[in-house]
């Protein structure tokens, strides 16, 4: 079971309207500790601060259950007006924010944007922020929310909101302060130290997955990078090459990553092991290689047959004719030659029946 109890202001008496599960007059206790009121900016805590809770009454105005406690807040609020002229800063119901609201929202914008305010809640961050436990705590804090799809989706939603209020001076400035040398710097420690955890390391993987996913998303990422390539290349003097990371002038390269001088050696070691010769317009074919090879083969088979021949023609005692000293050669004779064509001719007679004993 739970209540709605009603705080009403004698002096003004403007409303406050609220919603418990706890006992009542606890609830009415944890209201009147400081810790609830003292350093905050609501308007039941300002109107507080200006009269005092002496002046405040307490009372219950129903009670229900849990599951109607936020229709009957809001039916309650609207009754009493306490909204729009009353203590309450939203309509009702655990689904509203405070700053969802846009007449709450502009007001309390309004509010930070007073010079005293704002240096009185930067001076507080940055005490808090100096205190170990406490920022331990809101490191803690911050993580778990990180770790949140919803969050962070709802970070980058308030980013662009705010950059579309922005005029293009003002968008231009905030672009340019997230590239400043010591805020890249401090980006990429923070990224190192992120991808160092396994939470990190997949947190951060999901999301550049997903980016990569959004048509929209891809198509600024890969503008981004064709636009810093173009940056690089138009302002870099030197480079290194792939090939034999020698780092050279810009001058020395085509457009891809290998200097001029391993392209050109590149392409005469393709052109050798082809088998044609820099410089010459002579290319062997292969069907040329293998022509070359039957005309060897052909070559080496003559000369074993004009071996066999002479042989043959020997006599006993060794005798021989000049005819025959001239077939020894054959092997060493080129076909097609003259040559070669006489000692064709003249194996014709040479017999053992030509000879002459």
Avoid at 52 to 77: K, M
Avoid at 157 to 185: C, F, H, N, V
Wanted: charged share 30%; glycine share 6%; net charge positive.
């Amino acid at each position: 079971m739970g209540w709605i109890y009603k705080l009403t202001c004698k002096v003004t008496g403007k409303v406050y309207i609220g919603q418990t599960i706890q006992d009542v007059q606890k609830r009415w206790t944890q209201h009147k500790s400081p810790s609830s009121w003292l350093k905050k900016t609501t308007y039941l805590a300002r109107a507080v601060k200006m009269h005092g809770w002496s002046l405040f009454n307490f009372e219950t105005v129903c009670e229900a259950e849990n599951d109607q406690l936020d229709d009957l807040e809001i039916h309650y609020i609207s009754k009493y007006n306490s909204f729009e002229d009353g203590l309450n800063s939203t309509p009702g119901g655990k689904q509203y924010s405070s700053m969802l609201v846009p007449e709450v929202k502009a007001k309390r914008m309004a509010t930070m944007r007073i010079p005293d305010v704002k240096k009185r809640w930067l001076l507080a961050i940055t005490a808090a922020q100096r205190n170990p436990e406490q920022r331990a705590l809101l490191s803690k804090l911050c993580k778990e929310r990180c770790q949140d799809s919803s969050h962070m989706q709802k970070r980058a939603d308030g980013i662009q909101r705010y950059l579309d209020t922005l005029s293009d001076a003002g968008r231009k400035w905030y672009i340019d302060r997230m590239r400043t040398p010591e805020a890249t710097s401090k980006r990429v420690k923070s990224l190192k130290a992120k991808l160092a955890t396994p939470i990190g390391k997949k947190t951060h993987g999901d999301a550049t997955a997903r980016s990569w996913k959004d048509p929209e998303s891809r198509e600024k990422r890969m503008a981004g990078l064709k636009k810093a390539a173009e940056k690089r290349r138009s302002t870099a003097t030197e480079k290194k090459c792939n090939a034999c990371a020698i780092v050279k002038p810009v001058t020395d390269f085509y457009r891809g990553g290998k200097c001029k001088k391993c392209i050109n050696a590149r392409i005469i070691a393709n052109r050798r092991r082809n088998g044609s010769i820099c410089g010459q317009r002579t290319v062997t074919t292969f069907q040329q290689r293998a022509n070359a090879q039957e005309d060897a083969v052909l070559h080496a088979q003559q000369g074993h047959n004009s071996a066999n021949d002479k042989h043959d023609s020997m006599s006993d005692d060794d005798h021989y004719t000049d005819d025959d000293e001239a077939s020894t050669h054959t092997s060493e004779i080129k076909p097609g030659s003259q040559y070669a064509a006489s000692c064709a001719h003249n194996s014709d007679w040479d017999s053992e029946d030509d000879y002459d004993w």
